[in-house]
């Protein structure tokens, strides 16, 4: 992934503009520290700063036809770009190995529908001139929102469009700012956002009654983490010894020795590459001395047979980067915070031993119910609307998260439970194979598809022989939330930390201070507080949700999965 940034339609002289849009666009710099890209184009001004994991040595942007009429900066991967290429009925001319680059030659022949056809993580920026007379701007984000992008207006001079992938770039320019939604594009031709995904699973009141199919639900996976290995760096896996991390780590070190078998016979294949930089998977994982994720991860690795790396951090060291996380991240959510300080960390460490991509497990909870309060969930159609509801806000919360905590370091996260194609199958299961009670363990679905102790797994005796994913108490471990689960008493502090920052006065007094989503808690209000410092203009707070718990089941608000009473270490 990289960083984007773009001026459309300016209202003033966009050449003595470009300066100042250099150096907002420096403020990303950290996503895509190998390059930096700039087109002025009449009164528009793309700027792109590039994190170069596919088209190493050739994909520099801002990319551009061979006429110069259609220009395009993006941020992403597109994993089905080789098919794409194929699809293309006018002959075209590549300039670069990048898999973005079939963007523009696709929008050529399709226009807006090269959306729909995009299988991977993306957010672009395209600037058509081939109407000299009316440049025409198009933007578009990943169905999920895996990136992250801002769009910025200026209220006395609304024909102009600025596109960011973070906030920080539009914060001092900008009085709008609003998050490019998910799964639409933007047509300057209109002035509209319009969906481009809309699966049959989207809406929420649509319950599925189709069976879970385990075998199909395993390859579902399996393929999508298959995808997610094309590159040409050296890449990782994050282990956190959880379920989810657990599964990715496990079909990734298997697929990639497919891949790593296959590269040798075809050595000028760029996109497998990466799978020769490393011949042993590398596992990464993060916690405070003695955490329980530390333990797990360490006994997963053992048993794949990774190059593990773990990396502790001190309660000090945590507290001390909290405020530069709410600056990447730019929200202030409590959970977030809390999970994404380890990341944080973690990615600065990954980085520094050079490896560039990783895979990772966010999405799973939202997509099977693995959030300890499900288990509270008043009916199998309330636990499908939940999760349908919870992956339509993933972009606020985990991949948010993903996203900007790597790549305050330069590192992409890909995360294969949030596939296209994997979502169309496992968001179609009837509810009633997913529910969690005291005699199911939560996202069991997902635990038996991988089973090859389980019957209906439907393993044939030869997948039976090449062994178990992962240990039998690891497949079968409850969920830990990822901010419980790298020390209990990083939370426990964070709250501690926030009491002493805190008054009792200013917490009642927090209307007054933020009529704008009080904080409730001390530590929501310290977190509001370091936000503001970073971001004071009143736009910048429409862009963060606060992720909690349906508390109108009877659950905790607070987001701490040990909050919960279906945690075995509840408090």
């Known amino acids: 992934?990289?960083?984007?940034?773009?001026?459309?339609?300016?209202?003033?002289?966009?050449?003595?503009?470009?300066?100042?849009?250099?150096?907002?666009?420096?403020?990303?710099?950290?996503?895509?520290?190998?390059?930096?890209?700039?087109?002025?184009?009449?009164?528009?001004?793309?700027?792109?700063?590039?994190?170069?994991?596919?088209?190493?040595?050739?994909?520099?942007?801002?990319?551009?036809?061979?006429?110069?009429?259609?220009?395009?900066?993006?941020?992403?991967?597109?994993?089905?770009?080789?098919?794409?290429?194929?699809?293309?009925?006018?002959?075209?001319?590549?300039?670069?190995?990048?898999?973005?680059?079939?963007?523009?030659?696709?929008?050529?022949?399709?226009?807006?529908?090269?959306?729909?056809?995009?299988?991977?993580?993306?957010?672009?920026?395209?600037?058509?001139?081939?109407?000299?007379?009316?440049?025409?701007?198009?933007?578009?984000?990943?169905?999920?929102?895996?990136?992250?992008l801002y769009v910025g207006r200026v209220a006395a001079h609304p024909e102009t469009v600025f596109i960011a992938s973070e906030l920080k770039c539009l914060n001092d320019e900008c009085d709008q700012i609003e998050e490019f939604p998910p799964g639409h594009y933007f047509d300057s031709a209109d002035g509209e956002f319009h969906r481009y995904f809309q699966p049959d699973w989207w809406a929420p009141e649509r319950v599925p009654a189709a069976p879970v199919d385990y075998r199909r639900l395993r390859e579902a996976l399996t393929a999508a983490v298959r995808k997610r290995l094309m590159a040409e760096v050296p890449y990782g896996v994050l282990l956190s010894g959880g379920l989810d991390s657990s599964l990715i780590s496990s079909i990734a070190v298997r697929e990639a020795a497919r891949i790593s078998a296959t590269a040798q016979s075809d050595a000028e294949d760029i996109d497998t590459r990466g799978a020769r930089y490393f011949p042993r998977m590398h596992s990464f994982s993060v916690g405070l001395p003695g955490a329980p994720d530390l333990i797990a991860a360490r006994k997963v690795a053992r048993f794949l047979g990774t190059a593990h790396h773990e990396y502790t951090y001190t309660i000090q060291e945590g507290l001390d980067a909290v405020a530069d996380v709410i600056y990447h991240l730019e929200t202030y959510d409590v959970t977030t915070i809390r999970a994404s300080t380890p990341m944080y960390l973690m990615s600065r460490k990954i980085k520094s031993a050079g490896v560039k991509m990783v895979l990772s497990g966010e999405g799973a909870d939202e997509v099977f119910g693995g959030y300890l309060y499900f288990h509270s969930a008043p009916s199998a159609s309330e636990f499908h609307q939940e999760t349908v509801k919870r992956v339509h806000n993933l972009h606020t919360s985990d991949c948010l998260r993903a996203n900007k905590s790597t790549m305050a370091w330069g590192l992409e996260a890909r995360v294969p439970f949030l596939d296209r194609a994997f979502l169309q199958v496992a968001m179609n299961v009837r509810p009633e194979d997913k529910v969690c009670s005291r005699s199911v363990m939560e996202k069991a679905i997902i635990r038996r598809a991988f089973d090859v102790e389980f019957a209906d797994a439907g393993f044939t005796p030869e997948e039976i022989a090449q062994g178990p994913y992962l240990p039998r108490d690891v497949l079968w471990r409850q969920k830990e939330q990822f901010s419980d689960g790298v020390g209990y008493a990083w939370i426990d502090s964070l709250k501690e930390w926030a009491a002493q920052r805190v008054s009792d006065g200013s917490l009642a007094a927090a209307a007054q201070r933020f009529p704008h989503d009080t904080p409730e808690t001390k530590e929501a209000y310290l977190y509001r507080e370091i936000f503001d410092q970073h971001f004071p203009q009143p736009a910048c707070l429409q862009s963060v949700v606060r992720w909690v718990p349906r508390t109108d089941w009877g659950c905790s608000a607070d987001p701490s999965g040990r909050a919960q009473k279906a945690h075995e270490q509840a408090y």
């Open 1 to 148: 992934m990289c960083g984007i940034f773009g001026v459309f339609n300016y209202h003033g002289d966009s050449h003595a503009f470009r300066q100042r849009a250099l150096d907002l666009s420096k403020r990303i710099r950290h996503r895509g520290p190998d390059w930096s890209g700039c087109v002025v184009a009449g009164n528009n001004i793309i700027c792109h700063e590039r994190l170069a994991i596919v088209g190493i040595d050739t994909g520099a942007q801002p990319l551009t036809t061979e006429d110069e009429s259609i220009i395009l900066t993006v941020n992403g991967e597109i994993y089905n770009h080789k098919q794409l290429e194929k699809e293309l009925t006018a002959p075209a001319t590549f300039k670069t190995h990048s898999d973005c680059e079939v963007i523009l030659h696709m929008y050529k022949e399709v226009g807006t529908d090269v959306c729909a056809k995009l299988d991977g993580m993306f957010s672009w920026a395209l600037l058509d001139r081939r109407a000299p007379e009316k440049p025409r701007l198009v933007a578009a984000r990943d169905p999920i929102g895996i990136t992250t």
